[in-house]
Each structure stands twice: as C-alpha cells, then as structure tokens.
C-alpha cells in the first residue's frame, strides 16, 4: 500500500509557545482563587481559651468560639447570631457589646477600605469576600441594637438607630425607600420618651403605608411601663439558582404565629389586654424593594460571565483559524495573538466566582412583635404572652412576672414564639 505523505502541520512551535502560556494562566490563576479558610488547631484553641477566660455563657461558647475563629470575612455575620442568641437568654449587656463590634466592621466595609474595594471586586468569590449582609440583615442588626438602647434607656441612641434602619435598607442599589414600620415605630417611642411629639407623629405619618407590618398594630404609649417584644418563626432562607448559582434567592422561612396577646389580670376577657399583628415581617423586607418582588439579587454578575466567556470562546477560534490557514509570519502571529488573548479572555471568566453569598444571619426571626402594657405600680404582675395562628387560635403562651417597684424604670420582656 503507497504510503501517504503527511501535510506539513501548521502547529508551530509559536502556536504551542501560546497554547502553553494560556494553560499555565488558567491554572495559575485558578489557584489563586482557591485555598481554603478552616481554622487552624492553634487559632480554635486559642478561641477556646478566650471563652474560658472571658466566661461566656455556656449557651454561647460555641458561637463565641466561631466569632474568635473563623477570620474577619465571617466575623460580621457570626457577630449578629452570637448577639442575638446573647439576646434571648437574656445577656442584653453581653449582646450590645457583640452589635456594637459587627456594626464597626459592617460600617468599615461600606466605606471605601480595602475590605469594601475586595468586598466589590468580581474576581474574588462572594463566599471569599468579608461579609456584610443583605440591607435587611444590616437593617435588622440597628433595629436590634436601637431596642437594646431603648431597654436601657438611651433613648438618644435608640432614635439614631432607628434611622440608621431605613439608611441600611436605602443601601441597596436598587432604587427603594427605607418602610421599616419597626423603624419608624421604634422611633417614635423612642420620640415619645424624650417629649418630642412632632418626631414621633411624622414617624408614624409615614409608616402607615408601609407594607411590612402584617396588619393593625397599636402605635407607641409613652405611658406603657411592660414593653413586649415577640420574635415569631424562622429567618429568611437564601438559595443559589440560575446559570451560574449567582442568583441569590431568598425563601421564607416557616412561621406559624400570626397576632400576639399580651395580657395582665384575672377575668375573662382580662382587664388588660392588648393584641397585635407583626409590625415587621423579615421576610418581606428580605424580599422586596419597597412594594416590589424581587425574584433574585446578583444577577448581573452572571452577564459578566456570560459576556466574557462568550468573547473568549470567539476569539480562541477565529485565532486559531487564522493561524492554521495563514501563509505568512505575520497573519500567523497575529493569529496567534488572538488565541493568546482568547485564553486570557477564557482564564478571566472562569478566574470569576459568581456564585451568590448565602452566608446568613440564619437565627433571625421571620417576624417581629412590638406593643406593650400600663401594668400597676409596686405589686408583682403576671403577663400571659399568647401567639394565635390563622384561625386566632392560641398556639404557645408565655408567662412572665414583673416588679416595677416604684416605676421609674420599664420593663422589656423578650419572647421567642413559633
């Protein structure tokens, strides 16, 4: 059989020079963008040791110990569930001092650090960057903080925070208003407390459209002395979808309390007795700009890949044809230039990271109660705090005793219903 004579191949040792230095791009940047993030044995104990030597609450060791290990990017969102787990075993001093520490780092990452310019940069992946939450998270940790100064009664405070609630959800990039109802009635209490009237009917003026309260809730009483405030439910869930998993979706958490009954006294019905629906439900807040749905966040940086990876895959072709079929040096080089640039393209799109954050602050409620009572001064009280579900039936109830003694100072009484 004659032998076939085989074609000169027009892959030069310039085209596998090129083909070679796009690879070793890839690779290298690839790497650069893994790596990982555990702790290391000498960093856990050391956090170990700390809880010992600070005397956490057994409750919240493990908390505190993920704060103290898992690095500053993890630190923002481990301070808001260490905070609000402090909050609900009733360390409100040991919780504002954590708020405090997570809004520090949250407002440095919103200023223009190099945390912030790492936290904006497409080629670091979400997970990697140092967290600062969704708006309602950052929303959710000054209404938490201004409720804490309101306890202790730095009314001053607790309005600055309150503000600073509707500001966290103005951040965001969409267009939106800030309709907090928790906000604006916090401030209005906390108006109130410190005899500025005014401050507080604007407050209320502009909260009564606001679709994130889930029904009638009583306004603010400057003479309660008893304030309620009942967490209901579970926090807003984040999911990954589309193309990419850049897609951040948010899903509601379960919540099964729908009114709260704060109510003091014997009889039937009893002499003191308050209802409310949510003034705030998170997930609303979690998912929607103002009266807006909105079905993911993040999409734009799937575009970013979609459109470079699109380029890339053009250019590596059309080189690469270019360099197969030329005659000449320099058609062949600049075919070669364009399979180098193509790669190059290639290694940017795949060195970006576009998956979604779901780090979250998984332990916040679905839904937040507020009201309150005018109890008798210098007797001890008995408060039944009752959730109903959708039928107004009584789901879980609460028992709480309260001593004002000669009522100069309120009390707050924190619940956690289904």
């Not at 103005?170 to 209005?188: F, I, V």
């Not at 958490?253 to 705030?280: D, H, K, Q």
């Amino acid at each position: 059989m004659p032998s076939i004579a085989k074609a000169p191949s027009p892959v030069g040792p310039a085209f596998a020079f090129a083909a070679a230095l796009g690879l070793l791009l890839l690779l290298s940047l690839g790497g650069c963008a893994g790596g990982g993030s555990a702790a290391e044995g000498q960093v856990l104990a050391a956090a170990t040791a700390r809880a010992d030597a600070d005397g956490v609450p057994q409750p919240l060791r493990a908390r505190y110990i993920d704060l103290l290990s898992s690095g500053e990017k993890d630190y923002v969102v481990n301070a808001m569930r260490l905070g609000l787990d402090a909050v609900r075993i009733g360390e409100h001093a040991f919780a504002a001092r954590v708020f405090d520490s997570a809004i520090r780092r949250e407002q440095s990452l919103q200023a223009g650090s190099e945390q912030a310019e790492r936290a904006q940069s497409k080629f670091v992946g979400d997970e990697e960057k140092w967290f600062k939450g969704e708006p309602y998270e950052r929303a959710s940790l000054y209404l938490y903080r201004g409720l804490l100064y309101l306890e202790t009664g730095d009314v001053g405070n607790a309005a600055a925070c309150a503000k600073r609630v509707q500001i966290e959800d103005l951040s965001s990039k969409e267009e939106s208003q800030g309709d907090w109802y928790s906000g604006e009635w916090l401030l209005a209490l906390a108006s109130l407390l410190q005899a500025d009237p005014g401050t507080a009917k604007d407050a209320l003026a502009r909260a009564a459209n606001f679709f994130s309260k889930q029904g009638p809730v009583p306004p603010p009483d400057p003479q309660w002395n008893v304030i309620v405030i009942a967490e209901a439910g579970d926090a807003p869930i984040k999911m990954r979808q589309g193309e990419y998993g850049d897609e951040l979706a948010i899903r509601e958490g379960s919540c099964r309390t729908i009114r709260v009954t704060v109510s003091t006294g014997e009889g039937n019905p009893p002499p003191l007795s308050i209802g409310t629906f949510a003034a705030e439900s998170l997930y609303h807040q979690a998912s929607t700009r103002g009266d807006r749905k909105v079905d993911h966040i993040l999409a734009g940086k799937a575009v970013f890949k979609n459109a470079t990876n699109t380029a890339g895959d053009a250019a590596i072709v059309a080189g690469a044809a270019t360099a197969m079929t030329s005659r000449s040096d320099t058609q062949s080089l600049a075919g070669l230039g364009l399979v180098v640039g193509g790669i190059i393209t290639k290694v940017v799109s795949s060195a970006t990271h576009p998956e979604a954050d779901i780090r979250a602050w998984d332990n916040l409620p679905h839904s937040l109660f507020l009201t309150g009572l005018k109890v008798p001064v210098g007797e001890i009280s008995k408060i039944k705090i009752e959730g109903r579900d959708g039928t107004d039936a009584v789901i879980s109830t609460a028992l709480k005793e309260v001593n004002l003694g000669d009522g100069t100072q309120k009390r707050y009484i924190w619940v956690k219903l289904p």
